[in-house]
C-alpha cells in the first residue's frame, strides 16, 4: 500500500512540473514576441511603458450648397380621369422647364399625389340677381270680422300671421322679389296698396307698416360634386440663381410654390470638408499628448481613434430658411423676378479622440 501511494505522489509531482514549465515557457515566448513587436515598430532602444487618452475639439464651417421647396398643382374637372389628365398635362410642360434650367432629374421628387372629391354650392342662374323686399305689418283684427280678414289675406298668400302677446293686434309679412331693388320696392307698395283698399272695404284702417327691408338675396344653388387631383413636387436645386426663375415661372402657369424654401449641405459637401479637415484634426490631438506626456517620454503608435461631431449626428441641424421667401409668396407679382436671399454657413464641432502608447528610451531611468 505505501508503495502504490509512493508512486502516485511521484506522478503528480512530475506532472505538475510538466505544467508549470510549460507556462513558463509560453509567458517567456510572449514576453519575447511582445519585445520583437515592440522593437519593429519602435527599434531596440525604445520601450512601450503604458498609454495615454485625450481628446480635442474644433469648429468646421459648411457652406449650403442645396437649396429644396415644393410646388402644389391642384386641377379640378367632373371625373378624376380628367382631372388626373389635366394634372399630368401641366406637371409635363413644368418639369420640362426645369430639366431644360438645368435641374437634374434625380432631383425632382414628387412627394405627395391624391385625388378627391368635392362638393360645392354652384348657383342655378348666376347671371340675374334678386332682391328682397318686405313690410311688417300690424292689423287689428275685430272678432266678428276675423275669418273674412283670414280669407282676404290667404288670398294675397298671407298665412302666417300671429298675435303678440299682451297686445291687440295681429303681426304679419308682406313680401315681394323682383331682379332690382327698385322693382321690388314698386311691387310691394302696389301690395300693400291693393290690401288696404281691400281691408277699407271690410271697415278696417288699422293696417300700419312697422318695418321695412329691400335687400339683395343669395341666389338659388345646387350641390355640384367636383374631382380632384391635387400633385406635389419637390425640387432640389445645386444653382440657387435659378430659385427666383423657377418660382415665377411656377406662378405664371397657376402652381402654387409652397412656403418652405430652405437651404442644405450635401453629404458629398460635408464628407469632402470633414476629410480635409481629419489630418489637421489628428495633429493637434497628436501635440497636445506630446505636451502632457512630458519630454521624457515619446508619443507612441495610436490605438483607437473616433471621429465624430458633436451630439453625434450632423444630420439633426435646424434648416436655415430663406427671409425673403414669405416676402415673395405674398407681395411680389407674377411673373416678377425677385431676389432669394442665401443663408449663412452652418458650423458644427467636430470631435477627435484617441489612446497612444506612450514609450520610453530602454537606458532612460
Do not use: C
Not at 520583437?36 to 498609454?51: D, F, P, R, T
Not at 297686445?167 to 290690401?195: D, H, M, P, T, W
Not at 436645386?237 to 427666383?244: H, Y
Amino acid at each position: 500500500m505505501k508503495r502504490k501511494l509512493l508512486l502516485l505522489m511521484l506522478i503528480n509531482f512530475s506532472i505538475a512540473g510538466a505544467v508549470y514549465a510549460q507556462n513558463q515557457l509560453n509567458e517567456n515566448y510572449l514576453l519575447s514576441s511582445n519585445i520583437e513587436w515592440q522593437q519593429a515598430k519602435y527599434g531596440k532602444e525604445m520601450i512601450a511603458v503604458g498609454n495615454i487618452t485625450t481628446k480635442v475639439i474644433d469648429k468646421v464651417k459648411f457652406k449650403p450648397d442645396i437649396a429644396e421647396f415644393t410646388v402644389t398643382y391642384t386641377t379640378e374637372a367632373n371625373n378624376y380621369r380628367d382631372a388626373a389628365s389635366q394634372n399630368a398635362e401641366k406637371m409635363k410642360i413644368f418639369n420640362q422647364f426645369l430639366v431644360d434650367s438645368g435641374v437634374n432629374e434625380k432631383d425632382l421628387t414628387t412627394v405627395s399625389y391624391r385625388n378627391y372629391e368635392n362638393e360645392i354650392n354652384q348657383p342655378i342662374d348666376s347671371q340675374s340677381k334678386q332682391y328682397r323686399s318686405t313690410y311688417l305689418i300690424h292689423l287689428n283684427i275685430d272678432q266678428a270680422q276675423f275669418f273674412n280678414t283670414i280669407e282676404l289675406l290667404d288670398k294675397h298668400n298671407i298665412h302666417d300671421i300671429s298675435q303678440e302677446s299682451n297686445q291687440a293686434y295681429y303681426v304679419f309679412e308682406l313680401e315681394q322679389l323682383a331682379n332690382s331693388q327698385e322693382q321690388a320696392k314698386q311691387l310691394i307698395q302696389q301690395q300693400y296698396q291693393i290690401i288696404t283698399d281691400e281691408l277699407k272695404k271690410l271697415g278696417n284702417n288699422s293696417m300700419t307698416i312697422t318695418a321695412y327691408g329691400n335687400q339683395e338675396i343669395s341666389p338659388k344653388t345646387t350641390i355640384v360634386k367636383t374631382y380632384n387631383v391635387k400633385n406635389t413636387l419637390k425640387i432640389k436645386v445645386r444653382n440657387f440663381d435659378l430659385i427666383s426663375k423657377i418660382m415665377t415661372k411656377a406662378q405664371e402657369m397657376n402652381i402654387i410654390v409652397n412656403d418652405d424654401l430652405n437651404y442644405d449641405v450635401s453629404d458629398e459637401a460635408i464628407e469632402q470638408i470633414l476629410q480635409q479637415h481629419e489630418q489637421t484634426l489628428y495633429n493637434k490631438l497628436a501635440n497636445k499628448v506630446g505636451r502632457l506626456i512630458g519630454k521624457q517620454y515619446k508619443l507612441g503608435d495610436a490605438i483607437s481613434l473616433n471621429y465624430y461631431q458633436q451630439n453625434n449626428s450632423f444630420s439633426n441641424r435646424p434648416k436655415l430658411y430663406a427671409g425673403a421667401y414669405k416676402q415673395y409668396a405674398s407681395e411680389s407679382k407674377r411673373g416678377e423676378m425677385v431676389e432669394i436671399q442665401t443663408p449663412e454657413e452652418f458650423e458644427m464641432e467636430i470631435i477627435l479622440d484617441g489612446s497612444f502608447e506612450i514609450t520610453r528610451s530602454i537606458n532612460s531611468k
